[in-house]
C-alpha cells in the first residue's frame, strides 16, 4: 500500500513538472537555426505590388483570415477589405488570431523587416522566432511571390488596429513545445515559376500558393502530415464557430468517374464553379478569394487537377449540419 501510494505520489510530482515544463517552454525560439538575414531588402515595383495585391486578395488567399471576424462576409462577397487582422480560428490546439498585416508601426507589420515577413512565409516562423501551425503553407512559394506580397503590404495604407495575441490550449503548448516544428523544403534556391495554362503552373497554384492540395488530403491534424493519397479529399472539420457549427469532409478532387466530386465537369463548368463562390455556409474553404482567380489560373488549375492519377476514395457526406 505505502509503495502503490508513493508511486502514485513520484508520478503526480512528474506529471505536474511536465506540465510546467510545457507551460514555460512552449514558446521556443527557433532563430538561432532560422536567422533573420538583415540584408535583405525587397525593391518595391509597380508590377510587385500589383502581383502581391492579386495574390493575397485571391490564390493565397491572406484577407480571408488577415481580417476583422465581422468582415469576412464583405471579403466573400468580393470587397477589397483592408488586412488589419482579427480573424479568428477555434481549433483544438487554441484560437489563433490572425494579426493586423498593414504597416501601422505599432499594431501591425510596420517595425517588422522584409526578412522577418519572408521568414514566416518561407518557414512559418513568428517575428519573435515562434512557430505556428501550418495555416500559411507557402514554404515553397517562388522568392518572387513572396517578395512581391511583401511589396504590397508595405504599400497598403497603415491602420491603428490592436489585434489580441492567439490563445493557446495546453494541448496546443505542448504541440509548440513538441511537435510543431518550422517548415523547411530544404531547398536553397524558389526559382520564379512562369505563369501560364499549364499542368506546372496549376501544380504550383494548388500547393504552393492557394492550399488545395492541405485541405483536400487526409491528414493528421497534430502534426499536419499527409495519411490519405494527395487530392483524394477526406480531411475532417469539426464544428467551430467560423463553420457556423457545420462538420465536413473535403471532397476527392481527382479525376475519378466514380468517387471524384468533378466528375463529368468540363473546364467551362470547373471555373464556372470557382466563379461562383460559396454555395455551403460555413465551408472552410476560401471560396470569396478564389472566385477573384483570374482565367489563365482557373485553367491552369483544372488542367492539373485533370492531369491527377484518378483515386477511388468514395466520401460518402461532405457536410454535417449543426446538430439542435
Ligand atoms: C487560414 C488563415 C490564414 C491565412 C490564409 C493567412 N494567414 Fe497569416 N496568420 C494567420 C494566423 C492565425 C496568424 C497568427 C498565428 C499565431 O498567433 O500563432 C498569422 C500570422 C501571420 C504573420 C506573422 C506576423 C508576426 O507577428 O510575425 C504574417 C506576416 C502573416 N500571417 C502573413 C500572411 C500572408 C502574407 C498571407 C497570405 C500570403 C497569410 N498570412 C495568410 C492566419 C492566416
Ligand atoms: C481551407 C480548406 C480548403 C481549401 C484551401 C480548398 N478547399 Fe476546396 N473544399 C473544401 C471543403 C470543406 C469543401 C466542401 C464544402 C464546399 O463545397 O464548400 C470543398 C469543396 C470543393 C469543391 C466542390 C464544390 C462543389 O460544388 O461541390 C471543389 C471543386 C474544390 N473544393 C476545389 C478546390 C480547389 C481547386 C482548391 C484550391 C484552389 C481548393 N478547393 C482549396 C475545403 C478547401
Redesign the pocket.
Known sequence: MKVLLKGIGVLLVLIVALGLFIQLSYQQDFSEEYPVNEDLKVETTAARIALGEYLAYG?AHCATCHVPVDKIAAVEAGEKVAMIGGGELTLPPGILRAPNLTPDPETGIGNLSDEELYRMLRYNIMHDGTTTIELMPFSTMSDEDIYSIIAYLRSQEPVNHEVAASDWTFLGKALKRFVIKPIDDGKSEHPPIEKGASIAYGKY??ESV???R???TERDLKSGAFTGPEYAGGLH?DPSPETQGWA?N??N?TPCEKTG??KGWSKEA?VQ??RNG???AG?????GT?SRMDSTDLEA?WLF?SSLEPIENSIEQ??FAPES
Do not use: D, E, K, V
Request: aromatic share 16%.
Open positions: 490564390p497554384l494548388a492557394a492550399n488545395c492541405g485541405c483536400h472539420f465536413f473535403t471532397p478532387l466530386i468533378m470547373f464553379r470557382i460559396r454555395t455551403q465551408s472552410p474553404m476560401p471560396w478564389f488549375l487537377l461532405i457536410a
